[in-house]
């Protein structure tokens, strides 16, 4: 059971690159989401999935795509990479929508310069 | 806008010393109020939470303290050891929907 697993841990991209930050979950959780972690600015949801085949947007989605055609997997796209998100981001999951608990994975560090 | 303001930015408490972070919010509608801890390189982890139905929440050296007439909630760390050097953000959401998370606290405590 390795729970949520995110990968790379590590990215450094060029200013209008493209790619894509992995998350997966072996906890058949319905819920999962994505967030950024900005010194000073504590966590920000940036996209969220109430189950496979179903996205929604957070606080602060532009510049970012998501898609969940399993329950397992839900990865994060940025289709053309700026400095602006130069960030920490994580995945988290939840039993459900309404779970009160977010599991988190370690985390994908990225620079974009 | 910052759903969720929290103070303070660092801390620095002498192992055994109380440490004290405070998180207030503005939206009435929030129902539920996480604290989670996050070590370096590691992802954020639930350490306790609340409901505003009750004033208080203790597990083990962790303490909530909820104010609901000030919309205020702070964590209490007894008897703070080393091992509890981390960064620890607070969150509200509404019945677990979309959590709003504070700005978190660097806390370090010196043995």
């Known amino acids: 059971n390795a729970g949520v697993t995110q990968t790379p841990k590590f990215q450094v991209l060029k200013t209008g690159q493209s790619m894509t930050l992995q998350c997966a979950q072996d906890?058949?959780?319905?819920?999962m989401s994505w967030y950024r972690q900005d010194p000073g600015m504590g966590l920000r949801l940036i996209h969220y999935?109430?189950?496979?085949?179903?996205?929604d947007q957070g606080e602060v989605p532009n510049g970012y795509n998501v898609s969940r055609s399993t329950t397992e997997d839900f990865p994060l796209r940025l289709l053309s990479a700026a400095p602006s998100q130069t960030s920490v981001y994580f995945c988290?999951?939840?039993?459900?929508?309404?779970?009160?608990?977010?599991?988190f994975g370690q985390g994908t560090r990225l620079t974009v310069v | 806008q910052q759903q969720v303001k929290q103070s303070p930015q660092s801390l620095i408490v002498q192992k055994g010393g109380i440490s004290i972070i405070n998180c207030a919010y503005e939206n009435t509608a929030f129902d539920y109020f996480p604290w989670y801890q996050q070590f370096p390189g590691k992802g954020p982890a639930l350490l306790i939470a609340?409901?505003?139905?009750?004033s208080e929440k203790k597990e083990g050296r962790f303490t909530i303290s909820f104010n609901k007439s000030a919309k205020q909630f702070s964590l209490h760390i007894m008897d703070s050891q080393p091992g509890d050097s981390a960064t620890y953000f607070c969150a509200a959401s509404i019945s677990g929907n979309q959590f709003y998370f504070g700005t978190g606290t660097s806390l370090t405590v010196i043995p």
């Open positions: 988290a999951s939840s039993y459900s929508f309404r779970s009160t608990e977010a599991f």
């Open positions: 609340i409901r505003p139905d009750v």
């Open positions: 906890m058949n959780h319905e819920y």
């Open positions: 999935s109430v189950g496979a085949g179903i996205t």
